[in-house]
């Protein structure tokens, strides 16, 4: 079956460092990813999507490119700030799914650290 | 503003009650979600439901039960034969198309002693 794998953390930076969160799928067909943020205390927010092979996805300084050859969605940001401590999912919405579901990783969680 | 309303918050229950998990949204959205967050498991699809009396179950739907009167309501019971309870409840809903993302509500955080 459809499946997200994504480094779990704890990642823990300084200010202004590179970030890069690794997320890999498997899936038949095409599907859609995502990339979600989840804030202390508070639900989930969808921070940026690709729905085909090479698109780029982009968000608040973030980035992630769908790599259909290597069935990865990586997450970068350039500069990282404190304010971007919080939990990332990475997500797919499989494209032959026999019904509406969406397939969540188990979330890295990040801490930016002044 | 739209969005997705969960409440309450916070919830405590005693062991052996059941106990109901409210959402409500005002974004017109056709399809619904409830999914379960437990630390370093990510989210699991609990019950979804795509029109007005209609559901299915997701994953984990053992012990759970789900209501679709409205198209704007969307509650969560959870059954005394839900052998752990105890996590964090998070209710979803989306447009109908292949790229519509989910929008989330804050959750609810079910304590069962």
């Known amino acids: 079956g459809d499946s997200v794998t994504q480094m779990e953390g704890p990642v823990t930076l300084s200010e202004e460092a590179f970030l890069t969160i690794n997320c890999t799928y498997t899936a038949t067909g095409y599907p859609s990813l995502f990339w979600y943020v989840q804030y202390p205390g508070e639900g989930l927010q969808l921070l940026l999507k690709?729905?085909?092979?090479?698109d780029k996805g982009s968000n608040k300084g973030f980035e992630a490119t769908y790599r259909k050859e290597t069935t990865s969605f990586h997450l970068e940001k350039g500069s990282v700030q404190v304010s971007d401590s919080a939990v990332y999912f990475c997500?797919?919405?499989?494209?032959?799914?026999?019904?509406?579901?969406?397939?969540f990783g188990p979330g890295t969680s990040l801490s930016v650290i002044p | 503003d739209g969005g997705i309303t969960q409440s309450p918050k916070y919830l405590f229950r005693k062991e052996g009650q059941n106990v109901t998990l409210s959402c409500e949204q005002n974004l017109n959205h056709d399809a619904m979600y409830w999914y379960r967050q437990d630390p370093g498991q990510g989210l699991r699809l609990i019950y979804y439901?795509?029109?007005?009396?209609?559901?299915q179950k997701g994953d984990i739907a053992e012990g759970y039960s789900v209501s679709r009167e409205k198209k704007e309501s969307f509650p969560l019971t959870v059954t005394s034969a839900q052998k752990n309870p105890t996590a964090f409840y998070l209710c979803?809903?989306?447009?109908?198309?292949?790229?519509?993302?989910?929008?989330f509500g804050n959750g609810t955080r079910l304590t069962v002693t």
């Open positions: 979803a809903s989306r447009f109908e198309g292949d790229v519509s993302p989910l929008h």
């Open positions: 439901s795509q029109i007005v009396n209609d559901f």
């Open positions: 997500a797919l919405r499989g494209a032959k799914t026999s019904y509406d579901k969406v397939i």
């Open positions: 690709a729905t085909k092979a090479d």
